[in-house]
């Protein structure tokens, strides 16, 4: 007996919407499986020209791509079958959206002659999403038209495009498919341009102030010797540009490190420190803030940069990241050409002023101070453990940090590169969440050919742990590192930290070894206890190659001291007499 074969005009819709993206620039689609999505997983699989990840959890699924996007600024696709696996899909949705990461989401749906009927596997999925899209399309179970290959086109080429925004961020295509689902036959696309070219190509304009608006923004920073760059993540500028600017602005460049601009002699990594000592902190308010991307992750930071400091917020996409409300003045351009327009109006550099050379002579105490306390511990600690990772991945490579306490230890404690464009860093600072980070980090891997490494807390790391799935097919050079202090360590230094219950509703220990979770599904860990050996053992596992963890065990009870000793050690170099 033979088998039901898919209508032609099926496999030719999805073989046709696949050729579109291809011409469209995506290269990677991860495949959660299921029957009704079938037709566009066959397509996807028979195209040749796509890489295709198969992940059986859709949360991973759609983590695994997100993590694509946020490495190659492209859109990598994310399918699945109908019911409740697109919902799985919602959380990566959010952070797509809200850090702005192209992502193309296609839910497969059933034929409306099946919605509202009680059929199986049935579920509204129209608008599943709602608002966090950037664009919704269902375009129903494809029909043999005449001119059906040019609007087929028109869809999957609009739904590319509208991934890149501006502002980027996720598509959700709702295709509904009817049954035969499958056929063995290689279905051909229908025709596209000549040349290969998608068929609606789209330009995107810079944004750009005028002439005029620059120069006079150029002496407004001029006239001002007391001020600061401030860089959180999402500030969309090469290295060189922004530390090209500090240099010639003669101020200090506070960056936190997952806005990649933690680099050069003007970056003052010991910002959060610094601030905790009250005398410093009173003397060196500035006159003026140029803030480029989101605020930074330090509360002590935000706080003293309230809405009294002028602060000129660079904020092309619309997106207001100002959650204090502190911004006093929003500029709608592009970053990178817009500092490149500044460094040109600054010409020559300002000489070194005492304004920046106080902020450098404390940056070098506070340095001396905090490296010196923890070199002299050997006792694993989450701060030196960032600090450390941070350096030892490898020019080039990527380094992912885990929201939560992780992002806060490399904030702190991270040491400026020595050269520029050596680490990109990502953090998914959308929405802050603890979820798909493994898969997040997979999939920047799976965009790069460079090492990757992540940082991840022992929940973080059991939240996704479904996502090391996608590790076997994984030919790159992947190591994570996993702070195990036995649950949500962060909960230590926020009010909850207080409460008798802290254990049961907040930290929540899980009990979960980390090596035995990494050896359940086949993945190489090791368990290191001493802080010296942390930076050697990631150098051994990314020369091992593959995907490889290293778990450092450390005390949660102990943290908040730890780190009171850290900032009394900052504050008494401040103090003493040079």
């Known amino acids: 007996m033979t088998a039901d074969l898919c209508p032609p005009v099926t496999a030719e819709f999805a073989a046709t919407v696949v050729d579109e993206w291809v011409r469209g620039g995506v290269t990677d689609a991860v495949v959660a499986p299921g029957s009704r999505s079938a037709p566009l997983a066959l397509a996807l699989a028979r195209n040749g020209r796509i890489r295709v990840h198969v992940v059986v959890d859709e949360r991973s699924a759609a983590f695994l791509a997100l993590g694509i996007g946020r490495e190659s600024r492209r859109p990598a696709v994310v399918c699945c079958t109908s019911g409740t696996a697109g919902a799985h899909f919602h959380p990566a949705v959010m952070e797509a959206d809200l850090a702005g990461v192209p992502l193309l989401v296609c839910t497969a749906n059933r034929p409306p002659e099946l919605l509202d009927t009680g059929a199986g596997q049935t579920v509204e999925q129209h608008h599943l999403f709602g608002g966090a899209v950037r664009w919704f399309a269902a375009p129903g179970p494809p029909i043999d038209l005449p ?23 996720p598509v959700h295509l709702d295709l509904a498919f ?14 596209g341009r000549t040349n290969g070219a998608p068929w609606t190509a789209t330009s ?27 860089a959180g993540w999402g500030a969309d500028v090469e290295p060189e540009t922004a530390t090209g600017l500090a240099s010639r602005l003669g101020w200090p460049l506070l960056a936190d490190p997952v806005s990649g601009l ?29 803030r480029l991307g989101a605020p930074l992750t330090s509360k002590v930071a935000t706080a003293w940069l309230d809405p009294n400091v002028p602060q000129i917020l660079v904020d092309p996409d619309a997106r207001w990241l100002d959650p204090h409300r502190a911004a006093s003045d929003r500029v709608g351009a592009d970053a990178e050409p817009l500092l490149r327009a500044l460094l040109d109006a600054f010409e020559p550099a300002r000489v070194e002023s005492s304004w920046l050379a106080s902020w450098r002579a404390a940056e070098r105490a506070a340095r001396t101070a905090i490296d010196t306390c923890l070199d002299g511990d050997d006792t694993a600690f989450d701060a030196r453990v960032a600090r450390d990772v941070y350096e030892v991945v ?49 999939g920047i891997a799976a965009a790069r050919t460079g090492p990757t490494v992540a940082l991840l807390g022992d929940l973080a790391w059991l939240h996704d742990s479904n996502g090391l799935l996608a590790a076997r097919d994984l030919d790159r050079a992947v190591t994570f590192v996993v702070l195990d202090n036995g649950g949500g360590g962060i909960f230590h230094f926020l009010p909850a930290g207080g409460l008798a219950e802290r254990e049961q509703l907040f930290t929540t220990p899980a009990g979960v070894d980390p090596v035995a979770l990494a050896a359940a599904y086949g993945i190489d860990a090791r368990r290191v206890e001493r802080a010296a050996a942390v930076a050697p053992a990631v150098e051994a596992a990314l020369a091992a190659g593959g995907v490889r963890v290293v778990v450092v065990p450390t005390d949660r009870e102990t943290t908040v001291a730890r780190h009171d000793r850290l900032w009394q050690a900052v504050a008494e170099a401040l103090t003493s007499p040079s």
């Open 147 to 169: 001119d059906a290959g040019a609007v087929w086109r028109a869809v999957a080429a609009r739904a590319v495009a509208e991934t890149l925004g501006p502002p980027a961020g």
């Open 394 to 442: 490898p020019d080039g490579g990527a380094l992912l940090v885990a929201s939560s306490l992780p992002v806060r230890e490399l904030e702190w404690f991270a040491r400026p590169r020595a050269r520029e464009h050596s680490v990109r860093v990502h953090a998914n600072r959308g929405a802050n969440g603890i979820d798909g980070l493994v898969s997040t980090t997979l």
């Open 204 to 230: 995107r304009a810079q944004r750009r102030l005028a002439d005029d608006d620059i120069a006079a923004l150029a002496r407004r920073l001029r006239r001002v010797e007391r001020g600061i760059v401030v």
């Open 262 to 290: 933690r680099v050069g002699p003007h970056a003052i990594s010991t910002y959060d420190a610094l601030l905790r000592v009250a005398p410093f902190a009173t003397a060196h308010r500035p006159d003026l803030v140029l």
């Open 178 to 191: 009817r049954e035969p689902l499958v056929t063995d036959a290689h279905a051909e696309p229908r025709p």
